[in-house]
């Protein structure tokens, strides 16, 4: 990425206004000449200056993103040739620079770490979703009915459609489930972790910050404090949950791993087979599921290999019994793993200047996809990891991953058998696709950075910040959440909403690429993410 940020300030080779053509316009001949003329634009130092020519067209050839740059705003004076010509001089300012050829796709930077595809069984997506909502993966939680007792009432649009049987009224967090002991238990799901709230409305398969677990959240823990007598006889298997979150929270997974043998996963209380303690600070953002469908890897730095499925199924580490169980389980999984490819992200619900969003597309392509991919109807991803020491970004998840002490237990386990599922430990982060980003935030791997333009704009990222993440603290104009006291309502971490990026892990430097480009076009790029 560097290297690319270097060659643009030396060719600048972006167009004047709007969008390229068609991307596979930067690749071949176009004849259209047809355009946007005028004798003006939108201002002398914003969009604008005297207006252009050939507008968006003109003869396409290998300069792809060319003509006449103005000397000012987004814009300026547009070359005859207009986005895409055959190029011609650099603009002083504004989106626009030297003509010549930008390849397409744009090749990865020298860093990268490619992530190879693997093949995936297939699977049935209503299946999946149906598994989600209603099986027992997971079998670890508080007495069934006096936990719906205990909590809230159902928001309207909390009411999951397809429940069936003990889950039909139960919170979207949960499943109804038998425990070893016999005993009918709430246990902790998928969505826990995988669907949360923007604007009001519940988007299944958006991850939630594990910071924003409030105490008054339909959780484990919460309705262990709101009503202990919940626990009932479930209070022996909870203990193993509760040994996991001492280390924190997502060394759960390698607590519960350590007292299994690797290959019947059958429990021991009393051996342990590696030491689960990451070392893993600060907090973790999930990501959201709709990326998997691109993504050849899980998880921020990529660690999870192979059958996508046979990852998603581990995590019912929680309370499987032996392989039997976890072979029934993993079978469902490959159609949890379809469902969770055919997840498409929600729109940015509101206004976009399209204008402007166009001008930012040639900015990206120059400038961003050569990691994160390009979009629209010829889409390129390149599934590359970028090492820490290049991005920048705080390393403590990339060098502590809370898999790291498991990888080789894993790697001897049943779910890594015939060598199709392993966990790959390397110490970077991967650059994900940008679908639905507008939903994503906060923002990097950490949920360090509350809005998008902080993102592009590296002097826009607050040292502290606090946020309810509730219905109205959403923020359309900066796409993300607002920094405003606490509503008082309790956090599991005991901070209450507010971040502190001076606390290990919790660092907001790094990925300052959008540093590079000048005012104008931060806000084209911008506009243009919303657009995804």
């Known amino acids: 990425m560097q290297k690319l940020m270097e ?5 600048r080779v972006w167009c004047a206004i709007g969008l390229v053509v068609s991307l596979a316009g930067c690749n071949s001949p176009h004849e259209d000449t047809m355009g946007w003329a005028g004798s003006a634009g939108w201002g002398a130092s914003g969009f604008g200056g005297t207006g252009g020519v050939g507008g968006i067209g003109g003869a396409a050839g ?10 000012a705003g987004v814009g300026g004076e547009a070359g005859a040739a207009g986005l895409g010509g055959t190029g011609a001089t ?4 504004g989106i626009g620079g030297a003509g010549g050829s930008t390849p397409f796709p744009p090749e990865p930077p020298p ?16 299946k999946g979703y149906d598994y989600i909502i209603n099986g027992e993966y997971q079998r670890l939680g508080p007495d069934l009915f006096a936990f719906k007792a205990s909590q809230p009432l159902l928001a309207p649009g909390d009411a999951l459609p397809g429940r069936r049987g003990d889950n039909v009224g139960l919170s979207y ?32 398969g958006l991850g939630r910050p594990n910071r924003m677990v409030r105490m008054a959240d339909v959780n484990v823990l919460g309705i262990a404090f709101i009503n202990p ?29 350590s007292h299994r043998d690797p290959e019947t996963l059958v429990w021991s209380e009393t051996e342990q087979h590696f030491n689960p303690d990451a070392g893993v600070q600060g907090w973790v953002d999930i990501a959201p599921w709709w990326r998997t469908k691109k993504k050849n890897g899980l998880y921020s730095n990529g660690s999870g290999r192979g059958v996508q499925g046979h990852h998603m199924a581990f995590m019912s580490i929680f309370s499987v019994k032996d392989t039997t169980e976890a072979a029934e389980i993993e079978r469902n999984f490959n159609d949890v793993a379809a469902y969770l490819r055919s997840i498409e992200p929600p729109p940015f619900p509101g206004p976009i200047n399209q204008e402007l969003a166009q001008a930012g597309e040639a900015v990206f392509v120059n400038a961003c996809a050569s990691c994160h991919g390009t979009y629209g109807e010829n889409e390129t991803y390149p599934n590359v990891i970028i090492p820490y020491q290049d991005v920048g970004t705080d390393p403590s998840l990339a060098t502590g991953h809370w898999m790291k002490p498991g990888a080789e237990w894993y790697s001897q386990s049943w779910y890594a058998r015939e060598g199709k599922s392993w966990v790959e430990n390397v110490e970077g982060y991967y650059a994900p696709p940008l679908d639905g980003i507008w ?12 809005t998008l333009d902080g993102v592009i704009d590296p002097s826009k990222r607050p040292a502290v910040w606090t946020s309810n993440m509730s219905e109205d603290d959403f923020d359309l104009e900066r796409v993300g959440w607002m920094d405003k006291p606490f509503d008082g309502e309790l956090t599991l971490d005991g901070r209450n909403g507010t971040f502190d990026t001076s606390v290990i892990g919790n660092s907001n ?8 480009l000048t005012t104008d076009e931060q806000r084209a790029v911008f506009e243009y993410l919303k657009t995804l």
């Open 7 to 11: 060659s643009r300030q030396i060719q």
């Open 62 to 71: 290998s300069a792809a993103v060319g003509g006449e740059a103005g000397t």
């Open 90 to 93: 650099a603009g002083t300012s």
């Open 111 to 126: 860093e990268a770490i490619v992530v190879d595809p693997f093949p995936q069984p297939p699977g049935d997506p209503a």
């Open 173 to 204: 967090m949960f499943n109804a489930a038998t425990a070893d002991d016999g005993a009918r238990v709430a246990a902790v799901n998928c969505l826990s972790c995988h669907a949360t709230h923007i604007r009001g409305e519940l988007i299944v």
């Open 229 to 257: 007598l919940a626990l009932n006889q479930s209070i022996g298997t909870l203990t193993r949950l509760l040994g996991g979150v001492a280390l924190g929270v997502m060394d759960v997974f390698p607590y519960l791993a």
């Open 439 to 450: 939903a994503t935030a906060p923002f990097f791997h950490n949920g360090s950075v509350p």
């Open 509 to 516: 430097a790094g990925h300052t690429y959008g540093a590079d």
